[in-house]
């Protein structure tokens, strides 16, 4: 069953803008944090943006002042927005959401397939 679905990437232009979103299924419990990793090629997968469900938000140093990473809790809903891309920011962008730790459980991390971003110089 698909818990995670991702939308928004395709071919820009760099300088140009992109939206991602993702949804999260009923079926992931105690979400804390949504957000987005990505993976370039021939790179590690590494963290872009997070959004934890007090809003708190974390973000990569590459991208700050230009990705902005949002949220609605009711909705389990995660978005980036991608302004002033840069073609180092090609990669598969793959959702994230990650559960409460509890006295009984760990936290589970749940990931999106993926989506590529492509930026052309």
């Not at 993926?114 to 930026?119: D, E, F, N, P, W």
């Given at each position: 069953q698909v818990q995670l679905v991702e939308s928004g990437g395709g071919l820009v232009q760099a300088g140009g803008s992109l939206n991602l979103s993702c949804a999260a299924s009923e079926t992931i419990f105690r979400i804390n944090a949504m957000g987005w990793y990505r993976q370039a090629p021939g790179k590690q997968r590494e963290l872009v943006a997070t959004v934890t469900n007090g809003g708190s938000t974390v973000y990569a140093d590459s991208v700050k002042g230009r990705f902005t990473c949002s949220r609605d809790n009711a909705k389990n809903t995660v978005h980036l927005?991608?302004?002033?891309?840069?073609?180092?920011d090609t990669a598969v962008y793959y959702c994230n959401a990650r559960t409460y730790d509890t006295a009984r459980n760990p936290g589970l991390n749940y990931w999106g397939k993926?989506?590529?971003?492509?930026?052309s110089s």
């Open positions: 927005q991608m302004n002033s891309l840069k073609p180092e993926g989506t590529l971003v492509t930026v």
